[in-house]
């Protein structure tokens, strides 16, 4: 078994920065791949990146540019700076890991945390 915690989530104004931090613990060598998806209010849940063990990223189209994944693998963490944040990145957001290298559909993950909440106001 693999324990993700997420942490970093918060209230924000338009335009400011959050940094997302994401915590692996237990049977860490399955997690070749950690990724972050989101779920806004009434949306289903979202791809939005995801990093391999050799660090290679992947994200979604609609936060190229202001989104940054980062992991490391000593310390078994994930972090996904957002940067220039906008209302409609109000999501909860979570941290997942998966044995696969950069899989983008979330039944492709098999560990999840439990979420952080983002909430941006305008």
């Known amino acids: 078994q693999v324990q993700l915690v997420e942490s970093g989530g918060g209230s924000v104004q338009a335009g400011e920065s959050l940094r997302l931090s994401c915590a692996a613990s237990g049977r860490t060598f399955n997690t070749n791949a950690m990724g972050w998806f989101r779920q806004g209010p009434g949306k289903e849940r979202e791809f939005v990146a995801v990093a391999a063990w050799s660090g290679v990223t992947r994200y979604a189209d609609s936060v190229k540019g202001r989104f940054s994944i980062s992991r490391n693998n000593p310390k078994n963490t994930v972090n996904l700076q957002i940067n220039s944040l906008k209302p409609e990145d109000t999501a909860v957001y979570y941290c997942?890991?998966?044995?696969?290298?950069?899989?983008?559909?979330?039944?492709?993950?098999?560990?999840w945390g439990q979420g952080t909440q983002v909430t941006v106001s305008s």
């Open positions: 997942a890991a998966s044995a696969r290298c950069l899989p983008e559909r979330d039944n492709e993950y098999n560990y």
